[in-house]
T-cell receptor, first 114, second 110 residues
Framework: DAMVIQNPRYQVTQFGKPVTLSCSQT?????MYWYQQKSSQAPKLLFH???????NEADTPDNFQSRRPNTSFCFLDIRSPGLGDAAMYLC?????????????FGAGSRLTVL | QKEVEQNSGPLSVPEGAIASLNCTYS??????FFWYRQYSGKSPELIMF????GDKEDGRFTAQLNKASQYVSLLIRDSQPSDSATYLC??????????FGKGTRLSVIA
């Protein structure tokens, strides 16, 4: 089935140790998003790619970076994770980014920072 | 002012009752409105979306939109224990990405 796949589902890292989360999609959607969701909070947009065009939210910390080497894959790099970065990281895709387009989410990657 | 506001709950309803979930938004230019359901530890899944004022029904779910009041709601008829989850309201304007509310936690009591 066409879908959005995130790996790993669970990631435990130590304070300051870099982490990379991956997202792949078989939907051939041209827009990919990374959201951060902490407990009992709204998903917060970190970045999105419209095709290869990278869009960084103004309040996304510099500690977070992203790469999209091709249409199907997108990576989230956390250079020096802090305790406050523990969260669920959600990848989503859509075809186009107009208001008519529905987001399809992956299962999420839960990050724990020790 | 938060862009999308929801009562965090929990909202408790008995099985078989109607659950009413509410959402207000601040951007009067918002065009599309989405309701997502999120089970604990899982990712959001789309329930339905609405663009036009009025009601939109899909099975046991009805979305209601009032753009003049900047208000969107979700009604769940014949609530089931399996409906117990957090319901996220999300709003979009033009080509800007989706903005989510914090969600309302619904508990359906058997």
């Amino acid at each position: 089935d066409a879908m959005v796949i995130q790996n790993p589902r669970y990631q435990v890292t130590q304070f300051g140790k870099p982490v990379t989360l991956s997202c792949s999609q078989t939907l051939n959607h041209n827009v990919m998003y990374w959201y951060q969701q902490k407990s009992s909070q709204a998903p917060k947009l970190l970045f999105h790619y419209y095709d290869k065009d990278f869009n960084n939210e103004a309040d996304t910390p510099d500690n977070f970076q992203s790469r999209r080497p091709n249409t199907s894959f997108c990576f989230l790099d956390i250079r020096s994770p802090g305790l406050g970065d523990a969260a669920m990281y959600l990848c989503a895709t859509s075809y186009g980014d107009s208001g008519a387009n529905v987001l399809t989410f992956g299962a999420g990657s839960r990050l724990t920072v020790l | 002012q938060k862009e999308v506001e929801q009562n965090s709950g929990p909202l408790s309803v008995p099985e078989g009752a109607i659950a009413s979930l509410n959402c207000t938004y601040s951007d009067r230019g918002s065009q599309s409105f989405f309701w997502y359901r999120q089970y604990s530890g899982k990712s959001p899944e789309l329930i339905m979306f609405i663009y036009s004022n009025g009601d939109k029904e899909d099975g046991r779910f009805t979305a209601q939109l009032n753009k003049a009041s900047q208000y969107v709601s979700l009604l769940i008829r014949d609530s089931q224990p399996s409906d117990s989850a957090t319901y996220l309201c999300a709003v979009i304007r033009g080509n800007t990405p989706l903005v989510f509310g914090k969600g309302t936690r619904l508990s359906v009591i058997a």
